[in-house]
């Protein structure tokens, strides 16, 4: 048994599924940004003077963790695709163009 939904139900669904995806782009770009940047410069400035920024970069990205790291953005940037993409398909259904 199917319901139906309300127009008004359908917009207020989308409008969440693209506030969703904003969301979702921000912390993919947070990720992929502020992480790198920031575990560089506080290795840089750090009291360690044996290990420069460089390496210490090479040594984080160089792990298994750089594997998660990539793993959780192609998913995440996947999530943000298809959010937006069910987003818009609700709105061409609200409103066709004519």
Same mark, same amino acid.
């Given at each position: 048994m199917?319901? +139906?939904h309300s127009r008004k139900? +359908? %917009?207020v669904h989308a409008e969440y599924l693209m506030k969703l995806s904003t969301s979702l782009m921000t912390a993919f770009l947070v990720a992929i940004l502020i992480l790198p940047i920031s575990a560089v410069v506080g290795s840089a400035l750090s009291n360690q003077p044996t290990i420069d920024a460089l390496t210490a970069f090479r040594n984080l990205f160089g792990t298994w963790y750089s594997l998660v790291f990539i793993l959780a953005e192609v998913c995440i940037y996947y999530l943000v695709l298809s959010t +937006? +993409?069910?987003a818009? %398909?609700?709105y061409n259904e609200l409103y066709p163009d004519s």
């Open positions: 199917e319901m +139906k139900a +359908k %917009e +937006k +993409k069910q818009l %398909e609700i």
